[in-house]
């Protein structure tokens, strides 16, 4: 007897080019011959090995166009994907270079948009929605939904139906029109140092373009890379000199899109170090050529990103960071010139991407750039994030932009600089290269309205009387059933309590039965050398903060405070919470000295807020210390379903709003159910949470949406409830259900 094995993967289709080199279309020939043909004798191999008998192809082509799209792109490009030929693959060759196909020709061609792949072969999986239309657009001549692509996170900020005063990002038209026009000098530069001299003859700020010779002389610069160019308006000072010269410099090269009102979040050169190059007695004899090689190389492969122009790309970005003075400056000058395609790894960036978003910057030599390969690959791993509801950025000017507002609270902020006034100093090119940066970013007011505008479904006066208790007691905790928002309201309370959006002053921790004083206070901690020392835990790292500057606010935020032990966690410093005892006159000793074996009281500066959360429906937890209980107020949330819930759902989550009072009203019901039944009560009802969907529905998909929560999310939760009543679980879950 046998055993039959059952793939059960599902089954890829293959979007390939038909063009070796850029220009040779094969695709007559493979439609003639019934075959598809891989261009490399070295590249793809083992990807053209993995197609399968049985699974479909198309042959695209790929390009960008500005005008005849079927909606308004406010003149940007856009990312074209053409159709122009699908079929079934027969048989693989197992070559690595050949598979035979049954083809058909579309005509005419169809285009697809956004969504789009320039590399030569492209592996679609079906089950994602945007593979599924892709798939269903190109194999079954279903039309694309262009509006729903659009208006994803990725595009939605360039392309989106997003009214005028949203549209953040303006700049970046500007500048990638001067990217273009530069273009046009890569191979001479003359008049366009001309020009930039003869600007600098009338405009003051461009003195610093003197360069030094040989000879031992010094003079005009007479050679000047694109990013040094771009970087005559991106360097420490005013905005309204950064207008001027940009507006000058865009009349020199026949820029006609308007000069931006403003610059928030673009990184900014030093002003000894605003050339992407030493002086000409210590120059490279092609330095500046490898900068215009990279310049040139990153536009072809924004055109065109295949494997070809990807390889070109690294070579030349490795070449160009051996130019003394480059060093991370030079992804700042390719996200200037390409600011939605390429990333600026600056200082801020840096510290973003690597504290914030997770991801591992790579360095080479000693912290010196990464090459041209890891920065690519950092590339597409933020690409493939950013098209996700819940990622903190959806491109690169959101992620410049973020990083520029991001303090972190544990470490010392990276340093930002400030308005220059010595806009024509004397070049630096000895010694370590002066990184760009960006200047200090504004204070973001946080307020009620703010919390209310965020989708809270609370009365404004509740609001208030919870920031009323926080100031007052000073501790506060959030109780209520699963889903009622205690862990979301958390940290806007304590944004409306400072008055701004400052993460620098929010820390945030769980806690649960494994926390310990030594994790939360203070306690030993192993070194990297193998050895103990003392460090400091959250709460004291906030203390500490909070000491520093008495004139701002600083909040704890402690999750499920009731899973952990609350007076072992905080030991000593439970006495010192109560808003009486907040005085240096009530100071105590820690059970371990400071980290220098000195013995210093400690005490809770009054501009220290505790808010806690906590899940009173849980069984497995006990009941909170009394001593604790003195020291927070407690205020409950309750499950919050009625017309605001009902306006927020409808229009921010798209449900359908025929539907939306048939699911508050089994949510009501089963509400009751729970607070009648005298082994639950009204702590363990149902919270609105479980009803409002994180992101937005597809047309058609509320029922769907609504019958995966019942099963998934609320139906185990009721099978715990009635652990003891099992049919009763089931028959309240079929309630929820009946009639769908």
Not at 387 to 394: A, K, L, Q, T
Not at 439 to 446: E, H, K, N, R, S
Not at 457 to 477: G, S, V
Request: hydrophobic share 40%.
């Amino acid at each position: 007897m046998t055993t039959q094995t059952i793939d059960s993967a599902p089954h890829a289709t293959w979007f390939v080019g038909a063009s070796y080199g850029g220009t040779d279309d094969q695709m007559p020939r493979f439609l003639a011959e019934g075959i598809w043909e891989n261009g490399y004798d070295d590249k793809l191999l083992e990807v053209v090995r993995s197609m399968r008998p049985g699974e479909r192809i198309a042959i695209k082509s790929s390009y960008t166009r500005k005008h005849g799209l079927p909606f308004d792109s406010r003149g940007r490009a856009v990312s074209v994907m053409g159709i122009k030929a699908v079929g079934t693959i027969t048989e693989n060759l197992n070559d690595g270079k050949r598979v035979k196909v049954d083809w058909a020709k579309v005509e005419p061609v169809r285009e697809w948009y956004f969504y789009t792949h320039r590399a030569t072969i492209w592996r679609v999986l079906p089950g994602e929605w945007m593979n599924d239309a892709l798939i269903a657009f190109a194999f079954d001549g279903k039309p694309q939904d262009v509006d729903r692509f659009r208006n994803e996170p990725f595009w939605r900020e360039r392309y989106g139906t997003t009214s005028p005063e949203k549209q953040r990002f303006e700049w970046t038209d500007f500048y990638e029109a001067v990217a273009e026009k530069l273009l046009a000098h890569a191979d001479d530069r003359t008049p366009l140092i001309e020009g930039i001299h003869e600007i600098a003859s009338r405009v003051p700020g461009l003195t610093y373009l003197q360069d030094k010779f040989p000879d031992g002389t010094s003079g005009p610069l007479r050679d000047i890379c694109p990013f040094t160019t771009m970087g005559t308006f991106n360097r420490s000072m005013t905005d309204a000199n950064r207008k001027t010269l940009a507006g000058e410099l865009a009349k020199l090269l026949g820029v006609t899109v308007p000069v931006p009102p403003s610059f928030e979040g673009i990184p900014v050169l030093n002003n000894q170090r605003s050339w992407f190059f030493a002086y000409a007695d210590k120059r490279g004899a092609g330095d500046i050529d490898a900068l215009w090689k990279v310049f040139v190389a990153a536009s072809k492969m924004v055109d065109g990103d295949q494997l070809d122009t990807r390889d070109a790309f690294i070579r030349a970005y490795d070449e160009a960071t051996q130019v003394w003075g480059v060093a991370w400056n030079l992804s700042t000058g390719l996200y200037w010139a390409h600011p939605w395609e390429f990333l600026t790894l600056d200082s801020q960036s840096r510290h973003y991407i690597n504290k914030r978003l997770g991801l591992n910057v790579a360095i080479s030599g000693q912290q010196g750039p990464c090459d041209g390969r890891a920065y690519l690959k950092l590339l597409d791993d933020l690409r493939s994030r950013f098209g996700e509801d819940g990622y903190p950025v959806h491109s690169f000017p959101d992620l410049s932009l973020a990083s520029w507002m991001y303090k972190d609270p544990v470490d010392e902020p990276v340093p930002a600089g400030d308005i220059g006034t010595n806009a024509g100093a004397e070049q630096e090119t000895e010694g370590e290269v002066r990184e760009a940066f960006q200047v200090a970013a504004p204070i973001v007011p946080y307020s009620v309205e703010d919390i209310l505008k965020d989708g809270c479904f609370l009365e404004r006066a509740e609001i208030d009387r919870l920031l009323d208790r926080l100031r007052t007691k000073k501790n506060l905790i959030l109780q209520g059933p699963p889903g009622t928002g205690k862990t979301w309201l958390a940290k806007r309370l304590a944004f409306a309590l400072m008055g701004q959006k400052d993460d620098s002053k929010v820390r945030a921790v769980q806690f649960h039965p494994n926390l310990s004083y030594e994790d939360f206070v203070r306690g030993w901690r192993p070194t990297g050398e193998g050895k103990l020392s003392l460090a400091d835990g959250v709460f004291m790292e906030a203390i500490k903060a909070a000491s520093k500057d008495p004139s701002s606010k600083f909040v704890v935020v402690i999750e499920e405070i009731n899973r952990g032990n609350p007076a072992q966690i905080f030991g000593e410093l439970l006495t010192l919470l109560e808003a009486g005892k907040r005085t240096p006159n009530e100071a105590l000793e820690l059970c371990y000295p400071d980290a220098d074996g000195k013995r210093r009281p400690v005490h809770i500066p009054e501009n220290l807020y505790v808010v806690g959360t906590m899940n009173i429906a849980d069984r497995s937890l006990a009941l909170v210390d009394l001593a604790l209980r003195r020291r927070f107020a407690f205020v409950g949330l309750e499950p919050r379903l009625g017309q605001v819930w009902r306006d927020w759902v409808v229009k921010e989550c798209a449900v359908d709003p025929g539907l939306v009072a048939d699911i508050e009203r089994r949510i009501a019901e089963l509400n009751d159910q729970i607070a009648a039944d005298a082994r639950l009560g009204k702590q363990f009802r149902i919270g609105h949470s479980y009803v409002t969907p994180a992101h937005r529905l597809e047309a058609g998909d509320t029922k769907k949406w609504f019958l995966q929560v019942v099963e998934t999310e609320i139906g185990p939760l009721l099978d715990e409830y009635w652990f003891d009543a099992p049919d009763e679980a089931q028959k309240a879950i079929a309630r929820l259900t009946q009639g769908w």
